[in-house]
């Protein structure tokens, strides 16, 4: 049984950073072939760690630290007016937890975000073997919350259960659907499923004050973020 003391990390390369125009980023690596239980899972995120597939990773960049580990305190968290409307607007779906499998009705809607949305990213084009390796290999304790509109699937978001936490791992959502915002919907459904399994945090990966893509984070209040070793509410 791996433990935080008997745990090894890698650091890649430089290489280009994907947030930031010409900078160099380097990642840090948790031994692949180290078990990981959600306990272990949960230490590593509280400490700034992420999950993609079977591999957990933080930023370990030179002179800089412009990515910044983000979370919800449930208990404190009061929605916005526009949060209250994102409610409100989709309320004639149907929100279900269903397991974390690969389904090629789920896969169509992956392929068919990341190739509309995404087309000038890394994760371009879309394929099975990618859907696999970046949301189904490597869960320990998750789920896959649907979101549909009279049957037919509009949303899907991936998240982990930590012993002290739910983790919003990714969100993917019909590009037509757009003004629904059903990436907010799904943020705001994981504190609610948080508060009633009364866990404290829900963690939003990183926030980089510079990236746009990312501002949306900030719209969730209060919001802690992780600053030499300790959380503290961000004020931005």
């Known amino acids: 049984m791996s433990s935080l003391k008997t745990l090894i990390f890698f650091a890649t390369p430089e290489h280009p950073c994907s947030y ?3 900078r160099q980023a380097t990642t840090m690596f948790v031994d692949p072939r180290a078990h990981v239980d959600r306990s272990l899972y949960t230490q590593l995120t509280e400490l700034g760690f992420r999950r993609s597939g079977s591999h957990y990773y933080r930023p370990h960049c030179r002179g800089c630290n412009a990515c910044i580990p983000v979370r919800i305190p449930v208990e404190r968290f009061e929605p916005n007016r526009s949060q209250r409307r994102v409610w409100k607007r989709n309320d004639d779906l149907t929100l279900d937890v269903t397991p974390v499998r690969f389904d090629e009705e ?3 809607l992956y392929e ?3 190739n509309e949305r995404h087309f000038d990213g890394d994760m371009y084009p879309a394929s099975r073997e990618q859907f696999n390796s970046f949301l189904v290999e490597g869960c320990i304790e998750g789920f896959f919350l649907e979101m549909r509109l009279e049957g037919r699937l509009i949303g899907l978001a991936v998240v982990d259960l930590l012993d002290r936490g ?3 791992i990714y969100t993917v959502f019909d590009p037509d659907e757009d003004r629904r915002s059903l990436g907010t919907l799904a943020i705001l459904w994981q504190i609610e499923e948080a508060t009633r399994r009364e866990l404290p945090h829900v963690y939003l990966g990183y926030w980089i ?4 893509k990312m501002n ?3 719209n969730f209040r209060p919001l802690q973020q992780l600053l030499r070793g300790r959380w503290h509410d961000l004020i931005a």
């Open 20 to 22: 930031l125009d010409d």
């Open 106 to 108: 789920l896969f169509a």
């Open 112 to 114: 068919r975000y990341v």
């Open 166 to 168: 739910l983790s919003a």
């Open 209 to 212: 004050r510079q990236c746009r």
């Open 216 to 218: 949306y984070k900030t």
